[in-house]
């Protein structure tokens, strides 16, 4: 079956570095979608991968290894405001998207 | 894990005609289902929230009368696009928050393509 994994909660301090991982079994491939959801709110796309290698964007950067399944979401200078929960989600084959449960990401001062 | 479906997973109808798409939460009831649309560039667009029994909730700029939202049970949601035009053509995504669940904690489907010829 398919399946995407991510920690289920991640803390982290103000003004440091985290790293949410997100590991993905899917029938294909056709990119990695990162999001930002506060609670209450609908989500925020951060970042699209289809290709191997680093994506930045600012104190966010996105990686992806095809051959490993295997994405990560590199969060620099943690501001509160960061405390949200993070969707990591794949295109299959079909082009349908495949959903990890989210990481929540609390930051502490 | 919570796993919420829809059916059709993609869907192609003439201009005019009305399409309906399902979406079910298979292993948990869901209060409130969300109705999403993606853009081109990734983005999601939250056009309506809906409750179960209840009307639904639309975000401004999101026509009510095109955009039939049914939340007939704590399982199902419906979207009925009426009268659709090849503007419409777009990926549409439900989420579904559990009854019981975490407050904000949501499961989303994989999506329907429309496509309107």
């Known amino acids: 079956g398919q399946n995407i994994d991510q920690p289920t909660e991640m803390t982290a301090t103000e003004g440091a570095i985290v790293q949410i991982n997100c590991t993905y079994q899917?029938?294909?491939?056709?990119?990695l979608f990162w999001y930002q959801q506060h609670a209450g709110e609908a989500p925020t796309f951060l970042s699209y991968?289809?290709l191997d290698g680093l994506e930045e964007k600012g104190r966010f950067s996105s990686f992806l290894s095809r051959s490993k399944g295997y994405s990560y979401l590199l969060l620099k200078e943690l501001q509160m405001k960061d405390s949200a929960s993070y969707l990591c989600a794949v295109k299959d084959s079909n082009y349908q998207l495949i959903w990890g449960a989210g990481t929540k990401l609390i930051i502490k001062p | 894990g919570a796993v919420v479906s829809q059916h059709p997973s993609r869907v192609i109808c003439k201009s005019g005609t009305s399409v309906k798409i399902e979406c079910r939460s298979l292993?948990?009831?869901?209060?409130?289902m969300f109705w999403y649309r993606q853009f081109p560039k990734q983005s999601l667009m939250l056009m309506a929230t809906s409750n179960e029994g209840s009307k639904a909730t639309y975000e401004q700029g999101v026509e009510k009368d095109k955009f039939l939202i049914n939340h007939a049970s704590l399982t199902l949601s419906t979207l009925t696009v009426t009268s659709a035009h090849p503007e419409d053509s777009s990926f549409y995504i439900c989420?579904?928050?559990?009854?019981?669940?975490?407050?904000?904690?949501?499961?989303f489907g994989p999506g329907t393509r429309l496509t309107v010829t």
């Open positions: 989420s579904a928050r559990e009854l019981s669940g975490e407050v904000g904690k949501q499961y």
């Open positions: 899917t029938s294909g491939f056709n990119g």
């Open positions: 991968n289809v």
């Open positions: 292993d948990f009831q869901a209060t409130t």
